[in-house]
């Protein structure tokens, strides 16, 4: 009897798709072609120089409505045609062609809400919504380049992957973007707008994020520091020694990167004065302080080291990770000045996927590594 009320509830659904996406067609029409951005009266193009040779694009687009899924593709339409180049339709971790773009295929299924004035875009995938590293690095960054252009006081709406997570939240106030303009992208999936403003990637250069991932240009780490470091609170006192506990990771792959003797190296560390930090449980200013006070740092690979940006000059840094890994951590410390070391394992369990595995670590090692 289930599985066959699970076949009605599926034919049933799908046909409830297919006369939704006829009605949005009528509503909205069918999206028939793409849109070179240099060459369009309603797109204006501009170029923003960065060191090392980076350069950025930041498209401002009359008459212009946003579709996205929230996930993997964002349409920016003008003319019922994709602005490309400012539109993406990520695939297997890269930016596939523009006409691959969702909306080719289903339209743009969801209501058309209407916003005045500048609404700026700071989308860039599934990532976005709820990871602090991509949150980080692949969101906020964007507004470093938009300032390069534009007051961000003369922005009307800020359109977001999401901001449901503490520290988007106060990510967000510590930037004083105001709440009234701040818009989620998952109840806004298809906007209009008198204008629409949005900027490449902050650090897919290449279209590689596989490999642009692991260099972040240094411009991010600047621009971090600049904004958040101001809001040190130096009348508490913070631990110099740090194990970032991962026991709050709540992804649904959380369960795929673990320590097997994690007990066994907790132990060890809190005998060598080392506090067990679960980051969740702080405030966004207070991981900056955290990390800014601390001497030595001490965890399992884990965006909790996103953090990393934040720590004074020569801080020690031991990362525990998977041989299988890559290294982001690892650059993005040698660029803030930092002192790093590493424990990389080849992985007893790994899914077939280079970021996750089991990992026993040696405690030799990293009673070693303190004696250095």
């Not at 875009?121 to 969101?139: E, I, K």
């Amino acid at each position: 009897m289930n599985i066959l009320n699970n076949t009605i509830k599926k034919k049933l659904q799908s046909v409830f798709k297919y006369f939704g996406y006829k009605l949005f067609l009528l509503l909205y029409g069918k999206i028939d072609g793409i849109i070179d951005s240099k060459n369009h009266r309603d797109i204006q193009l501009k170029k923003i120089s960065l060191p090392n040779d980076l350069i950025y694009r930041v498209f401002t687009m009359k008459n212009c409505r946003i579709y996205t899924d929230t996930v993997t593709d964002t349409a920016f339409i003008v003319d019922q045609k994709i602005v490309d180049g400012a539109s993406f339709q990520h695939r297997k971790f890269k930016n596939v062609n523009t006409n691959q773009n969702i909306v080719f295929q289903k339209g743009t299924p969801r209501y058309l809400k209407k916003k005045r004035g500048k609404i700026f875009s700071l989308l860039t995938g599934g990532a976005g919504n709820n990871n602090y590293f991509h949150w980080m690095y692949d969101v906020l960054p964007r507004l470093g380049l938009l300032e390069k252009e534009y007051n961000l006081e003369d922005i009307d709406h800020f359109l977001l992957p999401d901001f449901t997570k503490k520290f988007q939240k106060e990510t967000l106030d510590l930037l004083n973007i105001p709440k009234s303009k701040r818009l989620s992208s998952i109840e806004n999936r298809h906007t209009l707008g008198d204008t629409i403003i949005t900027v490449d990637h902050p650090y897919v250069v290449t279209n590689d994020p596989s490999n642009n991932i692991q260099n972040i240009p240094i411009w991010i780490i600047k621009w971090l520091k600049t904004k958040f470091l101001n809001n040190l609170n130096s009348s508490k006192e913070y631990s110099k020694k740090i194990y970032i506990d991962r026991k709050d990771a709540v992804s649904g792959t959380a369960h795929l990167r673990k320590i097997t003797n994690e007990n066994e190296v907790k132990s060890y560390l809190v005998s060598q004065g080392y506090q067990l930090i679960t980051l969740s449980d702080l405030h966004f200013f207070e991981q900056v302080n955290l990390f800014n006070n601390a001497e030595s740092i001490v965890g399992l690979h884990g965006a909790g080291f996103a953090n990393v940006t934040f720590c004074k000059s020569n801080t020690r840094i031991l990362e525990f990770k998977p041989n299988t890994e890559g290294n982001m951590y690892k650059n993005l410390s040698i660029n803030n000045g930092l002192n790093y070391s590493n424990i990389s394992i080849k992985p007893e369990k790994n899914n077939n996927n280079d970021q996750y595995g089991h990992i026993k670590i040696p405690v030799q090692l990293i009673e070693d590594w303190i004696k250095q």
